[in-house]
């Protein structure tokens, strides 16, 4: 709906400079480049119309992603899909926080898919089902018991989450999740690392309430590399920022994107929702 100098005119046929345009069009000057207004004030008009509306459809999907289950756990995006439950880091005090949390999800989400199955990290990890169950009012319901049902016992083996996610790695299905709570220990980053370079699906890793940064980088590196999602949510850090530009908060490169704001969701999903917004809200 605009030109500059020397641009091809439609309307007349022919090129027309800005310097000879004057009273012509209605002109407007942009980072000192004169911009000729060929569109009616109707057009104008409709086309802010019609971005609005596009900014508010992206708005309320904004609200959708950052409520309920989904800014705790994410989105589950698969029909089929098997669960590990990793809460040997938490203090007993947080575990029935956890619990809660994952078995929001559950509620609120898969019983919205085809199937799934759940593991729990343990000394001895424990597959609720030998394969993955239809999902049902029913079936959902006896997981959520089942995970209540599970007794608090933290282990310090060093390989019994990476066994955890074999046992997921047996089931045929479209991708696993991975909640993890808290931070994981150096000594199980390893073999972490080495049973997820074996998937040959989708690892989705959910970071519940880490305390170290360098936590979430790890985690981030590792679902990115079997190509799946991250995501990750605080409801307290001590690294916690409390000062920072729209610019600085929303560049990826900055060390920003690596500390978690409490009760903020940082994911895949978030971030480019929010950039788009920015950009559009500017436009307009």
Same mark, same amino acid.
């Given at each position: 709906?605009?030109?500059?100098?020397?641009?091809?005119?439609?309307?007349?046929?022919?090129?027309?400079?800005?310097?000879?345009?004057?009273?012509?069009?209605?002109?407007?000057?942009?980072?000192?480049? /004169?911009? =000729?207004?060929?569109?009616?004030?109707?057009? $104008?008009?409709?086309?802010?119309?019609?971005?609005?509306? +596009?900014?508010?459809?992206?708005?309320?999907?904004? /609200?959708?992603?950052?409520?309920?289950?989904?800014?705790?756990?994410?989105?589950?995006?698969?029909?089929? $899909?098997?669960? $590990? /439950?990793?809460?040997?880091?938490?203090?007993?005090?947080?575990?029935?926080?956890?619990?809660?949390?994952?078995?929001?999800?559950?509620?609120?989400? +898969?019983?919205?898919? &085809?199937?799934?199955?759940?593991?729990?990290?343990?000394?001895?990890?424990?597959?609720?089902?030998?394969?993955?169950?239809?999902?049902?009012?029913?079936?959902?319901?006896?997981?959520?018991?089942? $995970?209540?049902?599970?007794?608090?016992?933290?282990?310090?083996?060093?390989?019994?989450?990476?066994?955890?996610? &074999?046992?997921?790695? =047996?089931?045929?299905?479209?991708?696993?999740?991975?909640?993890?709570?808290?931070?994981?220990?150096?000594?199980?980053?390893?073999?972490?690392?080495?049973?997820?370079?074996?998937?040959?699906?989708?690892?989705?890793?959910?970071?519940? =309430?880490?305390?170290?940064?360098?936590?979430?980088?790890?985690?981030?590196?590792?679902?990115?590399?079997?190509?799946?999602?991250?995501?990750?949510?605080?409801?307290?850090?001590?690294?916690?920022?409390?000062?920072?530009?729209?610019?600085?908060?929303?560049?990826?490169?900055?060390?920003?994107?690596?500390?978690?704001?409490?009760?903020?969701?940082?994911?895949?999903?978030?971030?480019?929702?929010?950039?788009?917004?920015?950009?559009?809200?500017?436009?307009?």
């Amino acid at each position: 709906i605009t030109f500059i100098s020397a641009e091809y005119v439609n309307k007349l046929g022919r090129p027309v400079s800005s310097r000879y345009a004057h009273g012509l069009f209605h002109q407007y000057n942009n980072d000192g480049k /004169i911009y =000729n207004l060929t569109a009616k004030r109707e057009h $104008v008009l409709q086309k802010i119309e019609s971005i609005t509306g +596009v900014i508010e459809l992206f708005k309320q999907r904004l /609200i959708w992603l950052t409520g309920g289950s989904r800014v705790l756990f994410g989105v589950i995006q698969e029909q089929s $899909v098997a669960f $590990v /439950i990793d809460v040997n880091s938490l203090y007993e005090a947080q575990d029935d926080l956890c619990r809660e949390a994952f078995c929001l999800a559950l509620n609120e989400q +898969v019983a919205r898919i &085809s199937k799934f199955n759940l593991v729990w990290a343990s000394e001895i990890p424990v597959k609720w089902q030998r394969k993955p169950v239809s999902a049902s009012y029913q079936t959902v319901e006896a997981a959520t018991q089942w $995970v209540w049902n599970q007794p608090y016992s933290p282990t310090d083996r060093a390989d019994c989450d990476a066994e955890a996610l &074999s046992l997921a790695l =047996n089931d045929q299905v479209e991708a696993i999740y991975y909640f993890s709570a808290g931070d994981i220990p150096d000594d199980k980053k390893l073999l972490m690392s080495q049973r997820i370079s074996n998937s040959q699906f989708p690892i989705h890793v959910v970071s519940y =309430n880490p305390l170290k940064p360098e936590t979430i980088t790890f985690w981030k590196e590792l679902s990115h590399r079997s190509h799946g999602r991250f995501h990750v949510y605080s409801v307290e850090n001590k690294h916690t920022v409390t000062k920072t530009t729209k610019e600085e908060y929303f560049d990826e490169s900055n060390p920003v994107m690596e500390k978690v704001l409490p009760g903020i969701v940082f994911c895949d999903t978030y971030f480019p929702w929010m950039r788009f917004l920015m950009i559009s809200h500017s436009a307009v």
